[in-house]
């Protein structure tokens, strides 16, 4: 009598399985800042109880918010959050708590400009022209280059670029899963890099800003404070991908069957931007130059200089001209949209500028039901006193270890890139880890600029790492054109070597950025020192 067939063996449970169950099970961003109000309640009235404090030199005259001055100190006492003040503080000031987040008013500001800039077909009309015409060996830097400046063009940059980045390696020969693994990589996997700063900087930068005014609340941001590190992203991510797709995934796929066909020629050519398009685009690039040009008539023009503080000398006195760029941004977005649309025919009236701004705001939805909670616990947080808490009495542990700055920072790029595997939002983790490590690092002499720009570069690595990336179906959807076999695992396998050496480079520019102190961007360098 035959044996009867043997049962299939079990699959094998890997650590990406692991983190898939993991992540899976974790609620909504929102519901989590939910729970960490809940468990500040708590630690609050425990630390109150407990007598939790934490004090520092400080020879200003006058304190800072929520700290007292004793005998040439400043001292926070931890306070409950269910005591009578900060009661009737919750309820009286829900509205003002929201309203005062720094980072909402940020971001509303530049999307009001980016809504119409997306809508009005500009983002999505400038990435499909910059591909055309690519030479084959020069394809996979372009792609590199092109990815990582499309963050600026949210959505578009996932919806049409990536998919872009297939179609044309298919079309001239090259394996289409190739250039969509090396643009996923450019723009998901090169997150932190880019040419200029954009909404990511000035996001970032907000948190930053509520973060570093616990210590020092005259701490303003600058939305460039970062642009000399993003730069050097793409100077050193560009080569990393060239190297890795070439080098390692081209030859593991192996040659493309499909060849360059004729089909695939029709399709891209539907792709190439129209001639009202074009006119979109030249009306776009004039638009931009004269937003450029009034910017800098504004800070350079002799005997006018509304954006130059002449009472003050070296980079204080372009700390206005910082301060506009959040402004600039939504003019500068505004500006090429409307010129774009105008040409491109998108755009037939001004009723359609505000519905597209109307449009922006409505996308915004999820961001603002996050920002209410988020708002509410950074304050909250300021309220019980356990962010300077935490902030003084880890600096003094810190401190006693005598670990050197680029072993801290790098232990915040690896903290932000392990959660970055489980909570997709960049802006949800910074907004809960800047209340501590920012404070706690300026204490020890590390910027806010520097603390900000390792944590970024830890959380833009691990996005192709992880399948619970939002976009990561989407992608997975993209590979299948091409490959209906391609699995949840196939493009993890795709995707890990360009993780494993931007986490290598990553780590390895951070580390350096500090120990030669080259500045981070105009104004901002990597040391702090503390007032008083």
């Given amino acids: 009598m035959a044996a009867p067939d043997a049962l299939p063996p079990a699959p094998r449970r890997t650590l990406l399985d692991l983190v898939e169950r993991i992540g899976n099970r974790l609620p909504d961003p929102v519901m989590i800042f939910v729970w960490m109000i809940g468990f500040l309640i708590v630690l609050s009235g425990i630390g109150a109880a407990l007598g939790w404090s934490a004090s520092l030199l400080f020879r200003g005259e006058a304190p800072p918010a929520w700290g007292e001055l004793e005998g040439g100190r400043l001292v926070f006492r931890a306070e409950s959050l269910l005591s009578e003040d900060n009661l009737a503080r919750l309820f009286t000031e829900t509205a003002k708590t929201l309203t005062g987040f720094a980072p909402l ?8 400009g980016a809504a119409v800039a997306e809508r009005s077909g500009f983002f999505s009309a400038l990435i499909r022209a910059s591909l055309r015409g690519a030479d084959r060996r020069w394809l996979t830097p372009l792609v590199a280059v092109v990815g990582m400046v499309s963050h600026h063009a949210s959505d578009a940059a996932y919806l049409v670029f990536i998919p872009l980045a297939a179609l044309l390696y298919a079309a001239v020969g090259r394996h289409p899963l190739a250039g969509l693994a090396a643009a996923f990589a450019a723009v998901s996997g090169g997150y932190a890099g880019n040419i200029t700063p954009g909404q990511m900087d000035v996001l970032l930068f907000g948190f930053t800003q509520e973060a570093a005014r616990i210590i020092d609340p005259a701490w303003t941001m600058n939305p460039l404070g970062n642009w000399w590190f993003i730069l050097a992203i793409v100077a050193v991510f560009t ?24 089909e695939l020629r029709e399709e891209l050519a539907r792709s190439a931007p129209t001639a009202d398009e074009r006119r979109g685009l030249r009306r776009a690039g004039l638009a931009a130059l004269a937003v450029a040009a009034g910017f800098a008539a504004l800070a350079l023009w002799p005997g006018y200089t509304p954006l130059i503080d002449e009472t003050k000398a070296g980079t204080a006195a372009l700390q206005p001209f910082y301060s506009a760029l959040v402004a600039g941004f939504f003019v500068l977005f505004l500006a090429v949209g409307v010129a774009f649309g105008s040409g491109a025919g998108t755009i037939r009236s001004h009723r359609e500028v505000f519905a597209m701004m109307g449009e922006g705001v409505r996308a915004l939805a999820p961001y603002l039901v996050f920002a209410f909670f988020a708002a509410h616990f950074v304050a909250m947080f300021n309220w019980s006193r356990l962010g300077p808490i935490a902030a003084i009495n880890g600096a003094h542990v810190l401190e006693t270890l005598n670990l050197p700055a680029p072993a801290l920072l790098l232990g915040v790029l690896g903290f932000s890139s392990g959660l970055d595997l489980f909570i997709g939002s960049a802006s949800a983790k910074w907004s809960a880890l800047a209340p501590v490590v920012v404070p706690m690092f300026m204490l020890l002499g590390i910027s806010p600029e520097m603390t900000t720009a390792a944590y970024r570069m830890g959380d833009s690595f691990t996005n ?12 997975l959807g993209f590979c299948r054109r091409w490959d209906p076999s391609v699995g949840v695992g196939s493009l993890l396998a795709l995707m890990l070597p360009y993780a494993l050496a931007f986490m290598a480079a990553g780590a390895l520019m951070t580390g350096l950025w500090v120990v030669f102190d080259w500045p981070l961007g105009p104004g901002a360098g990597v040391r702090y020192v503390p007032p008083g």
């Avoid at 008013?105 to 009001?112: E, R, S």
């Avoid at 080569?239 to 004729?262: N, Q, Y």
Wanted: proline share 11%; net charge negative.
């Fill in 105 to 112: 008013g940020l971001v509303l500001t530049v999307m009001y």
């Fill in 239 to 262: 080569p990393l991908i060239w190297f890795v797709t070439d080098r390692i995934i081209e030859p593991r796929l192996g040659p493309w069957g499909g060849g360059g066909d004729a």
């Fill in 464 to 475: 192709i790492m992880t399948p619970l990336m939002s976009y990561f179906p989407l992608i």
